[in-house]
Nanobody, 120 residues
Framework: QVQLAESGGGLVQAGGSLRLSCAASGRTASSYVMGWFRQAPGKEREFVAAIAWSGRSTYNSDSVKGRFTISRDNAKNTVDLQMNTLKVEDTAVYYC?????????????WGRGTQVTVSS
């Protein structure tokens, strides 16, 4: 069992930056693939980024490449999402997820989400 708790959301102007953090608890949390998804009002949930348990492999959606960076600290059981050059269309609830593989990330464990609002 893995519990996830996101933090760091808020209101920021377009072009600004935010850093989201996800704290994972559970005996084997550091061995899980971790990722971020987001869901904007009226839209389907969208994959944002993922990182392998080792931290050596990362995956980003095309919509955030070059702007968002995912990282993890297994000693602290945290996964961060550094978001730069934010756009109004990045506004969404951001969710942290964990699973044993990238392919099963959407069917794994989920946090409750943190709101990110980007104003123009």
């Amino acid at each position: 069992q893995v519990q996830l708790a996101e933090s760091g959301g808020g209101l920021v102007q377009a072009g600004g930056s935010l850093r989201l953090s996800c704290a994972a608890s559970g005996r084997t949390a550091s061995s899980y693939v971790m990722g971020w998804f987001r869901q904007a009002p009226g839209k389907e949930r969208e994959f944002v980024a993922a990182i392998a348990w080792s931290g050596r492999s990362t995956y980003n959606s095309d919509s955030v490449k070059g702007r968002f960076t995912i990282s993890r600290d297994n000693a602290k059981n945290t996964v961060d999402l550094q978001m730069n050059t934010l756009k109004v269309e990045d506004t969404a609830v951001y969710y942290c997820a964990a699973s044993l593989t990238t392919a099963t990330l959407e069917r794994g464990y989920w946090g409750r989400g943190t709101q990110v609002t980007v104003s123009s």
